[in-house]
Every structure is written in C-alpha cells, then in structure tokens.
C-alpha cells in the first residue's frame, strides 16, 4: 500500500480513536472476536494508535488483504455524517483495487512455482540475474542448452523494455553454457515468457511476438518471446519466420516449452481462474 492512501485511512480512524474505551468499543464492534484485537496496543495519543491499529490490520489480513481495515471503515462510515461519507467510500473503492492488485500478484508467482515444477526445468538461474526477470531457468537435452525466462507484465511495460528484457535474455542464451559450466551445446536457444495477468494492450502483446533474435555466428543461438495471457487463458506464440536469410521457422509446438503443453498448462492454472 502506498503511503498515501494509508495516510488517509489514518485521518479517518484518528477522530474515533479520542480514548482507550472508544477505541475498544468501536474495533470491537466493526471485528468481533478477531484475534487482532489482542494483537493492539490501546494506550497512547489518538494519531499514534490509529497508525498502529492501521499497520496491525494491514499485516494481519495475509489471505484477505485489508478485509480487517475495510471492516473498520464500514464500522466508522456508519457513525459519521453526510459529508464524510465520500471520502470513506473512496478509501474502500481504492482499497478494493488495491486488493486484486495483491492477489493478481499472488497469482503470478503461484504460477510461476507451478510452470518450473510442471515443465521439470532443471536448473535456475535467477539467483544469479537482476530483478529484470522472475525467473529464468535452463534444461538440456541431447542436442541443446533451453533456457525459459519469465517476465512479468503490467501496464508499465513499455516496447523499450520489451526490446530490453529480449536482448538481456538472448545475452543470457549465448553465454549460459560456457558460464554455468554446461558444456558448449549446439543450437542454444529459449522461450522468454511475458505473463500477464491484468489486461494489457493488444498491440503491446503483438510486438512482443515480433521480438525474436536469432545469431547465425559460430556460436549461434535463438530466442523467440511468448505472451501468457491469464486474464484471457491463452498462449499467444512468436511469429515466424525468425530469420529471412537464411531462412529459418521455429515451429512453437517443438519448442521448449511445447505450445500445447504449455496451453493446457494455463487453462488449469491458478493464475487463469
């Protein structure tokens, strides 16, 4: 949560807050026999202990981010007048935003977990990478080094910083083998994903799969960029033809992860439900 915002529910609940017993009163009557109430400390001036309880209910509320704080709100939206209404009605339309913020975030990484343990990706890297990715894991087969990485998109993201995070990954493509001591394998190539949970433009989720990097030097190597699209349960694939000249496809259903695989993976996926 912003600070921002939590300042203003702190100027709500600070008027409530005059004494120990108002505030018992009111905390227990907006969340009957919660076990944060036995968590507050009562004593103090009315602006310290509405930042307290603020915090507490903050961090208490781990499953249902701000279900304690919007209960409070409720409770003190009852008691006040007509021109304090709005702005406590505001809070809680934020707040509510705030909270699928938090779960689309949830469900990113629970996605993520389940993508690494489906696919059997054997080694992550992502310990060794900045925060640019979040994750970014190899496999190897007799014939190849496969990288998959995972970017995480949101409204922020730019075609800048898609352009970026592709160079970064092809970088990672080419000089993983010989750095994590694999072994020089032909033909390193990877899938990096964008994965999207919130609604994000069309036309960025087209320029994506237009990104694709291909070497035809002596040490090679491709990259083709996928975009996971939960809100809509689909897999949108690269474009083909990676390269005009020479020619070269990279068919999406041998690429690693397979397309259909990695389709049926996302419809049952806790992200896409």
Sequence with gaps: MNKALFDRIVDVVKPHFFDK????????????GSPVLELIN???D???VSIHVVDRLLSFDSKAPYASVVALLQAIHERVGVDHKPEIEAIIVALARA??????QFNKDRVITELVRHFSILGDLTEVEQDDFRYVGYRRNMAAIELMGVVIGNRELTEAMVRVRCEQFFKWVRTAPQHFDLRRALNPNGVLLFVFVEDSPTTLM?????????????????????????????????NNPVSLFPPVVIFPQ???PKLVELQNFVSGSAGCK
Excluded: N
Aim: aromatic share 14%.
């Design 21 to 32: 017993h108002e505030r018992q009163t009111l905390m227990s009557g907006a969340l009957p």
């Design 254 to 256: 041998f690429a690693f």
């Design 46 to 48: 009315s602006y310290t």
């Design 99 to 104: 909270e699928r913020y938090v779960a689309g």
């Design 206 to 238: 087209q320029f994506i799969t237009r990104q694709s990097i291909i070497k035809h030097d002596t040490v090679g190597g491709v990259i083709v960029p996928w975009v996971v699209d939960l809100k809509r349960c689909a897999v949108y694939s690269h």
């Design 42 to 44: 009562w004593e103090g």
